[in-house]
T-cell receptor, first 118, second 111 residues
Framework: EAGVTQFPSHSVIEKGQTVTLRCDPI?????LYWYRRVMGKEIKFLLH????????ESGMPNNRFLAERTGGTYSTLKVQPAELEDSGVYFC????????????????FGQGTRLTVV | AQRVTQPEKLLSVFKGAPVELKCNYS??????LFWYVQYSRQRLQLLLR??SRESIKGFTADLNKGETSFHLKKPFAQEEDSAMYYC?????????????FGTGTRLLVSP
């Protein structure tokens, strides 16, 4: 079974440019998450989709970041315009949904996209 | 606020030595605690979670609510244990599906 796939694996762009990251979750996983690790800091939550709906976007840094998940399959995260502080590794993860009061299922992570803004 | 603290950035031990990776958390209520591991050139993967109370690859972790800790332990380290280890929590206060991570500890096991 294919795991969570992210594209590209690396991206180097100039400040002010636009970059779009893509995540393909594990087939059948309704939950999709974006996280980011800035150099030397912790991995931070950005947002959570349940199918095509944004369940929680409290971690999105500002309105330069736009995430979509049309059709509830793959997701894109666009940064426009990119700033130097956006550099980091962007992780995508997906998980199944369990019924009833069972809070958390295992999140499977992609290999990450390393974004460098120069 | 919910927070996970991993005080050590790097832990270096010799093969066969015991290992303890420290994790302390701040959370109001009952969180779920996890350890994730990232081996070189591999993706982040779940190592173990406190609700499972299992041992994975010889690692164990016990949730100590009094000390708000979830330290990861292994009695005899192996070279293949060298990796980046992240402690994380989730719970009602964070939105169950959201993980709050620590900054990670790099474990280096030398021969």
């Amino acid at each position: 079974e294919a795991g969570v796939t992210q594209f590209p694996s690396h991206s180097v762009i100039e400040k002010g440019q636009t970059v779009t990251l893509r995540c393909d979750p594990i087939s059948g996983h309704d939950n999709l998450y974006w996280y980011r690790r800035v150099m030397g800091k912790e991995i931070k939550f950005l947002l959570h989709f349940v199918k095509e709906s944004k369940q929680d976007e409290s971690g999105m840094p500002n309105n330069r970041f736009l995430a979509e998940r049309t059709g509830g399959t793959y997701s894109t995260l666009k940064v426009q315009p990119a700033e130097l502080e956006d550099s980091g590794v962007y992780f995508c993860a997906s998980s199944q949904t369990r019924g009833g009061y069972v809070p958390n299922t295992e999140a499977f992570f992609g290999q990450g996209t390393r974004l460098t803004v120069v | 606020a919910q927070r996970v603290t991993q005080p050590e950035k790097l832990l270096s031990v010799f093969k066969g030595a015991p290992v303890e990776l420290k994790c302390n958390y701040s959370y109001s209520g009952s969180p779920e605690l996890f350890w994730y591991v990232q081996y070189s050139r591999q993706r982040l993967q779940l190592l173990l979670r406190h609700v499972s109370r299992e041992s994975i690859k010889g690692f164990t972790a016990d949730l100590n609510k009094g000390e708000t800790s979830f330290h990861l332990k292994k009695p005899f380290a192996q070279e293949e244990d060298s990796a980046m280890y992240y402690c994380a929590l989730s719970g009602r206060n964070t939105g169950f599906q959201k993980l709050v991570f620590g900054t990670g500890t790099r474990l280096l096991v030398s021969p």
